[in-house]
């Protein structure tokens, strides 16, 4: 049997079993890509016994409290390490800075103080190569963790092909619904605004059609309750991502939304506007990187600025310059080529 070129141990957080969110589909999707490369994956499993020097490079996705201990273990097996962090926040790059610098003199009378920040910073400090998903993300991370740029690879967030072929007859057959704006993820979440976005939305409104999930909390019971009192906005429960009636949603659709506090860029929003959807989303998080010019950004601080970006979106005319652009520079096989290359790198081998 032929040797692989390269053996890769991908670490995910225990998380990713239950919450099916962006972390769990870059980790699976990046390394389905590496795979197809050639790269012998294999995915690490807390009740297996490893020897982490038979891998030539593991890679963590999501640096936070759940990966921090094997990263720190595996600094100290000297083992070629490459994270990719998943971070971003509203607060600026000197913030994080000086609450690093006040956690550390803190910590020197006081054991045991660890923030979010530098739980990261830790996880961030201990790879060889770290791979931000956006620029935004890499400033913040270089400028706040103090992280030097050559640590640095952007490699963005990848979109499946098979959304370019999508169409919308499936979700009209099946729902009836047109000229609609769609909103697809998880909708319990505080971060991506759901409420204040019913609460802007209007009966004279194009439809909302709402995808994902609700919790038990207070939050998802406001929102349910607007959903129930409106005939223009639909909740149609959680698809899930290879179901054809996903696709065919986002085909069907006008306005793909995501009105988050930030996004790095949001998936969703890469598989929709490849399906031919006009975008209106939150202009935080390196949102812009990606979409430029063809998209109609949300202030997420300014809740009137959420239905004017998604009115303004239902009245631009229709462009294919966004769908090719994201079959250009963001699709999984992009993606998966680039995370190669910056192990590679790493590793002192040449292309």
Known sequence: MEKPDM???????????????????????????????????????????YEPAAFDIVHIFLAGNETLTLAKKLGD????????????????????????????????????IFSDYSIKATVCRLADIILPNTASEAALIRDGFGIPDQNLSVIPNGVDKRFAEAT???????????NFTLF???CSARRK???????????????????????????SESCLEIINSRENVVYLGPFVQDDPMLASAYAAADVFTLPSEFETPGIAAL????????????????????????????????????MEAIRRAHEKPDNHTLKDRILEHYTWEVTGAQTLKAYKRILGQND
């Not at 939150?282 to 997420?300: H, L, Q």
């Open 193 to 219: 605004n759901i409420l204040p976005l019913l609460e802007q939305h209007s009966p004279e409104d194009k439809p909302l059609v709402l995808i994902g999930t609700f919790d038990n909390s207070s939050y």
């Open 77 to 112: 097996l000297n083992c070629k390490l490459a994270v990719s962090p998943i971070f971003f926040t509203r607060r600026s790059a000197a913030i994080i800075r000086n609450s690093l610098k006040l956690e550390a003199v803190a910590g020197k009378f006081i054991r045991g």
């Open 7 to 49: 053996k890769l141990l991908v670490v995910a957080p225990l998380s990713v079993g239950v919450i099916h969110g962006g972390a769990r589909m870059q980790a699976i999707k990046t390394s389905e890509q590496l795979a197809k490369l050639g790269v012998e994956v294999n995915y690490y499993n807390p009740w297996e016994t």
């Open 184 to 186: 697809v993820g998880d």
């Open 168 to 178: 919308p007859d499936l979700f009209i057959s099946r729902h009836g619904i047109q």
């Open 271 to 306: 598989e929709a506007a490849l399906a031919g959807c006009r975008i209106a989303i939150t202009g935080i998080g390196g949102t812009r990187e990606i979409f430029g010019d063809y998209a109609e950004y949300i202030d997420p601080q300014n809740k009137g600025s959420y």
